[in-house]
C-alpha cells in the first residue's frame, strides 16, 4: 500500500491556497490550517494588480532619499507611527544596508528573475482551475504631469530596460484615446502591456481553494499556537483550542504573521508588516479600463470586484495598532486629481498587513532550522504576482524536483 505523506500549509491566502493546491494536484495530502476565513488577509485588499514591473528593492536611492521628507508630511506616501520607531530600528539598518549599488543589482535580478516567469506558471493555474476569464487583457498605465515627473521615475524604466519588460511611451492624445477619464493635467504615460489584472482577486483565492478541496484537500480553522517536535523535525501544530494537526511536512505562508510563529523554533526573520489602505469605490461615476499609478502621488486604481478600488499608502505600525483610515482618504482625494469625474459613492475602507522584508526579496526555500519546514513568506505588494510561482517553487522543493529557478537568492538564512 502506498503511504501519502501528509503536507501542512498553514495560511489560507492567495500563496498559502496556490502553494496547497499545487500540492494536492502532485498527490500530497494537504491540509490548510488558518485562524481566519480563507482569502480574507492581504489577499482579499490587494490592489488586484499582475505587477510584473513592479520588482525593483525599495532600499534603492530614489527611495530612501525621499524617506526624511515623506516622514515629516502627515500625508505622506509612507508614515511611520512615532510609538512604533523604536521597534523598527534593526528593520532600517538592514533596509538601508540593502541599498549598496553591488547589493542592489543582485536584488533587482533576483525580483526580474521571479517577475520574468509570472505568466509561465499564472496561466496554467487559471486553465487548469478554469478561471481564465478574471486575468484581464489590459495593462497598467504610469502616469505623469509633466516632463519633470517622468524623469523622476526615469531610473525605473530603465531598470525595466536592462531586463526587457515590456512597455510603451504615450503623449496625450494617446492617453485621450485609451482612457478618455484621465485628466487633462496628465501629458504623459508609460504603459506596462503585462500588468495585467484579477477581476475579482478574493474570487480567486476561493476558486483556487476550491479546486483544492475536490482534489481531497482538507481545511482546519484554527489558530496555531505552537509547533510539536520530535528531535528535529516538526511533526504537526497544536492549535490554541487544544487540536493537534499531526503532519510529515508544512509550509508557513501567513504573511507579515510569519515572524511570530518562525521565532518560536528560534528562526529569527526581520519582516515588518507594511500597513497597507485601500477604498472600494460601487459607484465611481467614471469608467477604467487600464489599472491607473502615478507615481509622484504614491497611489493606485485598479477597476476590480465590480468597481474601482484605490489604494497606495504604507504605514509602519505593526501588527496590533488599530487602523488609521485617513490613510485611505488621502489616496482618494489624490486619485480625484487623476480622474476629475470620480465619485467617492458607495464606499468601504480597508487595511491589511503586507509583509515586508527588507531588502524587497521573498523567503522562499527550506528552514535553516528544521529538516521538514519551508516558507513562502515576504513577497510584500506582489503576493498576488507572484503566488503561482511561488507555489511552483515550493511544489518543486517538497518533492524533490529541480525547481524552475535557482532558489539560493531567496533562501531564509540570507540575512
Known amino acids: 500500500m502506498q503511504i501519502v505523506e501528509k503536507h501542512l500549509v498553514i495560511g489560507a491566502g492567495v500563496i498559502g491556497v496556490t502553494i496547497a493546491y499545487e500540492l494536492q494536484r502532485r498527490g500530497k495530502s494537504v491540509v490548510i490550517v488558518d485562524r481566519d476565513e480563507p482569502g480574507r488577509g492581504a489577499s482579499y485588499g490587494n490592489m488586484a494588480s499582475i505587477a510584473v514591473t513592479e520588482f525593483m528593492p525599495a532600499s534603492r536611492p530614489a ?3 525621499q524617506m526624511p521628507k515623506w516622514l515629516l508630511d502627515p ?4 508614515r511611520v507611527r512615532p510609538s512604533y520607531l523604536p521597534k523598527l530600528v534593526p528593520w532600517f539598518i538592514r533596509f538601508l544596508a540593502a541599498s ?10 533576483q525580483g ?13 493555474l487559471l486553465s487548469a482551475t478554469r478561471m481564465s476569464d478574471l486575468l484581464t487583457e489590459e495593462g497598467c498605465l504610469a502616469l505623469y504631469a509633466d516632463e519633470n515627473e517622468l524623469t523622476a521615475d526615469r531610473a525605473h524604466i530603465e531598470i525595466l530596460e536592462r531586463f526587457g519588460f515590456a512597455h510603451r511611451h504615450l503623449d496625450r492624445a494617446e492617453i485621450q484615446a485609451l482612457e478618455p477619464a484621465i485628466s487633462d493635467r496628465i501629458s504623459r504615460a ?8 484579477i477581476r475579482d482577486p478574493y474570487k480567486l483565492v476561493m476558486g483556487i481553494l476550491g479546486k483544492f478541496q475536490e482534489l481531497g484537500g482538507e481545511l482546519v480553522r484554527g489558530n496555531v499556537e505552537a509547533f510539536e517536535w520530535n528531535a528535529d523535525r516538526l511533526t504537526g501544530v497544536r492549535l490554541t483550542d487544544g487540536r493537534v494537526v499531526a503532519v510529515d511536512t508544512m509550509t508557513l505562508a501567513v504573511g507579515a504573521f510569519s515572524a511570530r510563529l518562525s521565532s518560536t523554533i528560534g528562526e529569527t ?3 515588518e508588516t507594511e500597513r497597507g489602505y485601500h477604498t472600494q469605490i460601487m459607484s465611481p461615476g467614471v469608467s477604467l479600463r487600464h489599472s491607473i499609478i502615478w507615481p509622484a502621488k504614491a497611489f493606485m486604481v485598479t477597476p476590480t470586484a465590480g468597481g474601482l478600488r484605490v489604494g497606495g499608502t504604507v504605514e509602519m505600525a505593526g501588527l496590533d495598532a488599530p487602523p488609521d483610515y485617513r490613510r485611505a482618504k488621502i489616496t482618494t482625494k489624490r486619485a480625484r486629481e487623476a480622474l476629475p469625474g470620480l465619485r467617492i459613492d458607495g464606499t468601504t475602507e480597508w487595511m491589511g498587513h503586507r509583509p515586508a522584508l527588507p531588502d524587497t526579496v521573498p523567503m522562499i526555500g527550506p528552514s535553516a532550522k528544521v529538516s521538514n519546514l519551508f516558507y513562502a513568506i515576504g513577497h510584500g505588494h506582489l503576493g498576488l504576482t507572484y503566488a503561482a510561482t511561488t507555489a511552483r517553487i515550493i ?4 518533492t524533490g524536483a529541480p525547481p524552475p529557478l535557482d532558489a539560493k537568492p531567496y533562501r531564509v538564512d540570507r540575512f
Open 63 to 65: 527611495i530612501w532619499r
Open 75 to 78: 500625508e505622506g506616501p509612507v
Open 100 to 109: 549598496r549599488p553591488s547589493k542592489l543589482r543582485e536584488l533587482e535580478a
Open 112 to 124: 526580474a528573475a521571479l517577475s520574468g516567469r509570472v505568466y509561465e506558471d499564472l496561466l496554467p
Open 190 to 197: 508609460v504603459l506596462f502591456p503585462d500588468n495585467r489584472s
Open 269 to 271: 526573520i526581520p519582516l
Open 395 to 398: 511544489g518543486d522543493l517538497v
